[in-house]
Nanobody
């Protein structure tokens, strides 16, 4: 199982940026994939998640209405479209999936390597 996050960069307040999380070793249609972020000196927080056959999704209050999570089954990739970015969105963004360990009844958490998003004028 691997998760490869990409797409971070430097943008100005009010601009948009899109992140990608390319998954391998499991299907994003079967397992939930979440986006998290962690700013310096702060705890990691969940910002968005997509799950289920119908692509149900949820967002933290801090990004609701500005961020959109989606997926492309053919590419086995999950996306995070971030609009109306502000300096408080500056963080390292990670994607995550908890995958069942066959035969054990347990789940294993997998994380992408993180991609830096900086919002600054």
């Amino acid at each position: 199982v691997q998760l490869q996050a990409s797409g971070g960069g430097l943008v100005q307040p009010g601009e948009s940026l899109g992140l990608s999380c390319a998954a391998s070793g499991f299907s994003v249609d079967v397992y939930a994939v979440g986006w998290y972020r962690q700013a310096p000196g702060k705890a990691r927080e969940g910002v968005a998640c997509i799950w289920g056959r119908e692509g149900d999704n949820g967002y933290s209050d801090s990004v609701k209405g500005r961020f959109t999570v989606s997926r492309d089954s053919a590419k086995n990739t999950v996306y995070l479209q971030m609009d109306s970015l502000n300096p408080e969105d500056t963080s390292v963004y990670y994607c995550n999936a908890d995958i069942a360990i066959i035969g054990t009844g347990r789940m294993q958490a997998y994380w992408g390597q993180g991609t830096q998003v900086t919002v600054s004028s």
